[in-house]
């Protein structure tokens, strides 16, 4: 850091050409920026961002003195800076330090207690944004193996689409970690929506479309009324217009979109940014930076995965063998990049087989387009992965050869490792973050495939090996409900005093009735004849009250509890 | 001294009707003590009604949001909630007039405890039970409007209090916001003629008056000046409306 006096006569800083601190003020500044933070009683509030310290001093003297502060500290020399040129007060006795390598930064953070709240100065964590990253993943990693509490989770599907498998996907992990999910389907209206498109007149068409999907929004809005969820989860494509989730923000409904879309092909989320509380995306920059740019709050990489109870290796009859089987097959739609590309695989040593639709046109390759070209289903998808030798896997792109800009992973990769299935896969920016070159082949040019088709189809026992490898990436790392895992921790650790606080048990009966103990004895004694580890909330509560029937007595706390009841059962301001 | 609470949450309109009660409440017990439980939005209107001791408001709205989305815990909720009604229960007071045509304030009635309460109460099983005739005959007004011969007003002053002498309607406007409206007044365009002040917001959405609706008005009155006098439940009109010549006024300035 450069140290530069500021205007109001104490030192200020700046780092690669930033300030760090105001040029002008930064205790005027610091307080300003400790009074935008939020806090809830009980946190521990972990600073990232060391800078002068003038913000943590800020907000140790926004704070009362129980309030635990840990500031992490990836870098000594930069803690080296700030002693030369600050004197510190009596609040430095009150902050944690966090320093050494991740595991120790974690192991130390972990030691603070819970519930945790990051708060992050953005100027001075920008220096160190790598190791601050890998600090919060660990921290969510941490908080995601202690977590056993049960959400309720509303998940928004797509009407159609390549979304809609991963919405049953995401469904079955968040199930399989014990969530209580609901799927608000929207599949159901696909033949009506679909409908629409015979009309001849576009503009007709469109408007009517949209019409749609706003009515679509709105039955959505009436469902998440009637019983509403800790989280709104959505899928890309997921009929949720910009209104409906400004509305949702207002009556304090959490939502989150999973965007397993490029977005530089689909670009409706420029309308939707400012809608969600948080955004995962398949990509990473420019991606998060452009969806920041247009009003989202909260952007975090959330690649593809696998479902394996869907996606697994499969004992296939001879007849399927034949059937499904050749030595090299491509399974997808007819992009652009695909139909200049595979002709050339045509009149080989090899047999190759050509699955999927939307091939309209492509006159060279109709010799190996199977079933004249019909949509394949996931079933047959997973015979055809299991009884190809090469699988190739080239992303869709809409120009000649490989995509230049290829940076996510597409789903196709994971499900082929999950099958225990061969590939040759597209050279992608996001790879090496996910698979190693010991568990698929890569091309980087349309030239190359040639060459590494004929050499792997020569190495069988290999390709089994190099499959069988990510395959066991995949189990380890890439399924769904890792993914699913991932999204819950980091809401979590970004929401402590109520996702988070649900993920680490806080409300189920017997810690709801440690903390009622003191002050409302016969709630707490309530809570006591639930099963300990039951979630429980008004409805239960409530219902469990108005078991009692007419000769029962109502205690005041029983009367407040029916009254918060009768608030949580209203809806008409919702719809 | 005898104390009395009106528990009056929701409606702007109700509140102003509820002038004449005070009055009652104070022919009947000269030296009475009255508080009112408002929601938040609608304080500034409650501190137009003359002789109440205090006006007690509550955020409803972020209440109601809160318990439906379960962002806090129920231990918390009912910690919040009862903190706030602490200082009633330690009121103790003579007589609870709930005005509220709902659940959630009978059980609240309830809950603060009185020897007489009127209106909307928790029963043996927590369902609703109304005591008192007149707020029987006005819970059920929607059944036999066509037949009705009383105004809101005396219903009110009767369910709370009992026969006495007429009282109109009256509001106490602060001279600060006497002082604006005048300001306001004056200010504006000479050439307007007529001003034509209109709530349009409501209780509930569906008697809200829709912006379409509100638009068609708008034209029609295009040559004139409006200036609409508005609670919480106008936003959706106030998001519709782009004509320069309506302006959005909240009571009391």
Redesign the interface.
């Known amino acids: 850091m450069e140290i530069v006096q500021a205007r109001a006569g104490m030192p200020s800083a700046r780092a690669k050409g930033r300030w760090i601190h105001s040029a002008y003020d930064p205790i005027k500044e610091a307080q300003a920026w400790a009074e935008s933070q939020s806090y809830h009683e009980g946190e521990t509030l972990v600073v990232f961002g060391v800078g002068l310290l003038y913000h943590v001093e800020a907000l140790c003297a926004r704070l009362t003195r129980t309030v635990p502060v840990v500031l992490v500290v990836p870098d000594l020399s930069v803690l080296a800076d700030a002693a030369t040129v600050r004197t510190w007060g009596d609040w430095i006795d009150r902050v944690s330090w966090a320093w050494g390598t991740t595991e120790a930064i974690g192991e130390r953070i972990a030691e603070a207690g819970h519930p945790l709240r990051l708060i992050t100065y953005a100027p001075a964590a920008a220096l160190h944004a790598d190791s601050h990253q890998a600090i919060e993943t660990a921290m969510q990693r941490r908080a995601a193996a202690q977590a056993g509490g049960q959400l309720?989770i509303a998940v928004v599907g797509p009407i159609y689409g390549g979304s809609l498998p991963i919405t049953r996907y995401a469904i079955s992990a968040l199930e399989s970690l014990g969530h209580d999910v609901r799927w608000l389907d929207h599949s159901v209206h696909a033949t009506s929506y679909h409908q629409l498109e015979s009309l001849k007149n576009s503009q007709h068409r469109l408007a009517l479309q949209s019409k749609y999907a706003e009515m679509l929004s709105r039955v959505t809005m009436a469902q998440l009324a009637e019983d509403?969820p800790?989280l709104v989860l959505s899928l890309a494509q997921a009929p949720l217009i910009l209104p409906a989730l400004e509305h949702l923000r207002r009556?304090?409904?959490?939502t989150a979109m999973w965007f397993v879309e490029n977005y530089r092909h689909l670009t409706y989320w420029q309308q939707l940014a400012a809608g969600y509380d948080f955004w995962f995306v398949i990509q990473q920059e420019p991606c998060i930076a452009a969806l920041k740019q247009a009003g989202a709050k909260d952007v975090r990489y959330l690649p593809m995965a696998a479902d394996p109870a869907v996606h697994r290796p499969l004992e296939l009859t001879q007849t399927e063998r034949e059937e499904y089987g050749s030595d090299v097959s491509f399974v997808g739609a007819g992009y652009a990049n695909r139909r200049e590309i595979f002709p050339r695989l045509l009149c080989r040593d090899w047999t190759f087989k050509l699955w999927g639709n939307e091939w309209d046109g492509a006159t060279e390759l109709i010799s190996v387009l199977q079933r004249n070209g019909a949509r394949i289903d996931t079933d047959t998808c997973q015979k055809v992965f299991n009884a190809s030798a090469v699988n190739l896997n080239l992303h869709s792109w809409a120009g000649t050869g490989l995509d230049p800009e290829g940076d996510f992973v597409n789903p196709r990769t994971f499900e082929l490792a999950a099958c225990g299935a061969f590939q040759l896969t597209d050279r992608r920016t996001l790879m090496p973050g996910l698979f190693a070159e010991t568990e698929m082949v890569t091309v980087s040019s349309p030239d190359e495939l040639m060459g590494k088709i004929a050499r792997w189809l020569r190495e069988p026992e290999q390709r089994v090996a190099m499959a069988a490898q990510a395959r066991r990436r995949v189990l380890a790392e890439h399924t769904y409900v890792h993914r699913m895992r991932d999204l819950l921790s980091q809401i979590g650790v970004t929401s402590p005093?109520?996702i988070g606080?649900i993920l680490r048990g806080?409300?189920q009966a017997e810690a709801?009735a440690l903390?009622?103990t003191d002050?409302?004895p016969s709630?707490a004694a309530t809570l006591r004849t639930f099963p300990s580890t039951q979630r429980?909330?008004?409805k239960q509560?409530a219902a469990q009250?108005?078991s009692?029937?007419?000769?029962?007595?109502?205690s005041?706390?029983?009367?407040?509890?029916?009254?918060?009841?009768?608030?949580?059962?209203?809806t008409?301001?919702l719809v | 001294m005898k104390q009395v609470l009106i528990i009056n949450v929701t409606r702007m309109g109700d509140l102003i009707q509820t002038g004449p009660l005070l009055d009652r409440l104070r022919e009947e017990w000269p030296d009475v003590a009255i508080d009112l439980v408002v929601d938040r939005s609608f304080a500034p209107t409650a501190a137009l009604l003359s002789g109440l001791r205090q006006v007690i408001s509550y955020d409803f709205t972020r209440l109601l949001d809160d318990c439906r989305t379960q962002s806090k815990s129920l231990v918390t909720l009912m910690q919040e909630m009862t903190d706030w009604a602490a200082p009633l229960r330690a009121a103790k007071y003579d007589r609870i007039v709930n005005l509220t045509f709902n659940r959630q304030t009978g059980l609240l009635a309830s809950y603060i405890g009185a020897p007489d309460l009127r209106g909307i109460i928790a029963g043996p099983d927590g369902g609703p039970i109304v005591q008192n005739p007149w707020l029987s005959y006005f819970t059920d007004l929607h059944r036999h409007r066509r037949f009705n011969r009383f105004n809101l007003v005396d219903l009110y002053a009767m369910g709370g209090s009992g026969p006495g002498a007429f009282s109109p309607l009256s509001v106490t406007v602060p001279a600060d916001s006497r002082a604006w409206a005048e300001g306001f007044l004056r200010s504006s365009d000479k050439t307007v003629h007529q001003w034509i002040a209109i709530q349009a917001g409501a209780s509930d959405v569906m008697k809200a008056w829709r912006p379409e609706y509100f638009g068609q008005t708008m034209a029609r009155q295009h040559s004139r000046r409006l200036t609409v006098s508005s609670n919480g439940g106008a936003d959706h009109i106030k998001r519709s409306a782009h004509r320069p010549a309506v302006r959005f006024c909240h009571p009391g300035g």
């Open positions: 309720r509403p800790d009556k304090k409904f959490l005093d109520r606080s806080a409300r709801l903390t009622a002050s409302f709630l429980v909330e008004l509560l009250i108005r009692r029937g007419p000769m029962g007595t109502l005041r706390e029983d009367l407040m509890v029916l009254m918060l009841d009768e608030y949580r059962s209203e008409k301001d």
